[in-house]
């Protein structure tokens, strides 16, 4: 049983550092003004819609025609994630890709965050899209939440696609903690100055492989903006979701069990050098857990293989769904 609290629109005084005074002087639910980040890619083309979601205001790209696929991104980052999925796909699919709470530019609610407040949101996020089903994609936590999803609604699930999802390993995910204060002074310097050199060094090799490499580079640093602009939401919607659902040993086991009784098409997968959430635990708990899912490792990526080898990702992507059509009523 999940705890609901009511969706209330405060200032973030709470979730900034005194010592920043950028981040004291931006507020978490105002709109991001696009025009002063930064806008080197040609991906920044997209439109960024909204959407009205129980009074919250959540931000979307929607792209292309034809079945709807969803994809959900991961802790601190945001919807511009998907950019080359995004390209690859839009003209056979309909995309809608959103910001999740408390990320980019969609509201930061004060409530209390779990996998349950984020599987209802999006539940009513397309249901007011007249978005529903889909093909799902997630990383990360939204791995985690297009998992949750399924469980919630499985009729509206046509395939799911688990990138580095969180949740597969029966391991407790709280070893981040260590590789967050070996670099604690570099995301204290990103926090405070907003440097992309701080943040950059923060991923390096850990969540990714190389930031610096061109397939990942301008959508980094457009997320690390609107991150810093967030201030540290992203991350206490991240921290307080892994506490609701994932901290004790029988959630987890409630929580692997559910995974078991799925039978959508799944497809997961895994970059190699993934320091966040490892391939080797991750792998062997979607072997476990779901038996019949394909699987893929990409040896040249780290957490965010979607980004570091766009076209690998891609290519797996197209064989999956291609290997698993939708029924000619659904296309």
């Known amino acids: 049983m999940w705890l609901e609290m ?20 931006v507020e978490a639910n105002r709109r991001l003004d ?5 806008m080197k890619n040609h991906w920044m083309r997209y439109q960024n819609s909204e959407e009205m979601v129980n009074g919250l205001r959540t931000s979307y790209i929607e792209r292309g ?6 994809m959900l991104h991961g802790i601190a980052a945001t919807k511009e994630c998907w950019h080359h999925a ?6 056979e699919y309909r ?3 959103p910001d999740l709470p408390g990320h980019g530019a969609t509201d930061a609610p004060f409530t209390i965050y779990s996998l349950h407040y984020l599987s209802a949101w999006l539940h009513d996020f397309l249901s007011g899209l007249d978005a529903r089903p889909a093909t799902l994609l997630g990383n990360s936590l939204g791995g985690a939440l297009a998992l949750r999803y399924a469980f ?13 999802p969180l949740g597969l390993s029966e391991h407790n995910p709280w070893r ?6 070996s670099r604690f002074g570099n995301a204290v310097s ?8 701080q943040a950059m060094r923060y991923l390096d090799d850990w969540v990714v492989r190389d930031p610096w490499d061109e397939n990942a580079r301008g959508a980094l640093e457009y997320m690390m903006d609107q991150t810093h602009a967030k201030g540290l939401w992203p991350m206490w919607v991240g921290l307080n979701t892994l506490t609701s659902d994932f901290t004790t040993p029988a959630q987890r086991h409630h929580w692997l069990n559910e995974a078991s009784q799925l039978r959508i098409p799944t497809l997961v997968v895994w970059g190699e050098h993934d320091r966040l959430l490892p391939s080797q635990d991750g792998l062997a708990g979607a072997k476990a857990h779901l038996p019949h899912a394909k699987t893929h490792i990409f040896h040249n990526s780290a957490h965010v293989p979607m980004l570091e080898e766009p076209a690998a990702f891609n290519l797996v992507l197209n064989d999956f769904l291609q290997e698993h059509p939708l029924p000619g009523n659904l296309l």
Do not use: C, W
Request: net charge negative; glycine share 6%; hydrophobic share 45%.
């Open 34 to 38: 696009y025009t002063k980040l930064r």
């Open 152 to 164: 919630d609604y499985p009729e509206q699930v046509q395939r799911l696609v688990l990138v580095n």
């Open 86 to 91: 995004i390209d690859r796909f839009e003209g």
């Open 6 to 25: 009511p969706l209330v629109q405060v200032k973030p005084d709470l979730m900034r550092l005194p010592l920043s005074p950028q981040l004291l002087g």
């Open 190 to 197: 990103f926090i405070v100055t907003g440097a992309h050199d």
């Open 176 to 181: 981040v903690a260590t590789h967050f204060v």
């Open 65 to 70: 025609e034809g079945p709807l696929m969803v």
């Open 95 to 97: 995309i809608i890709a």
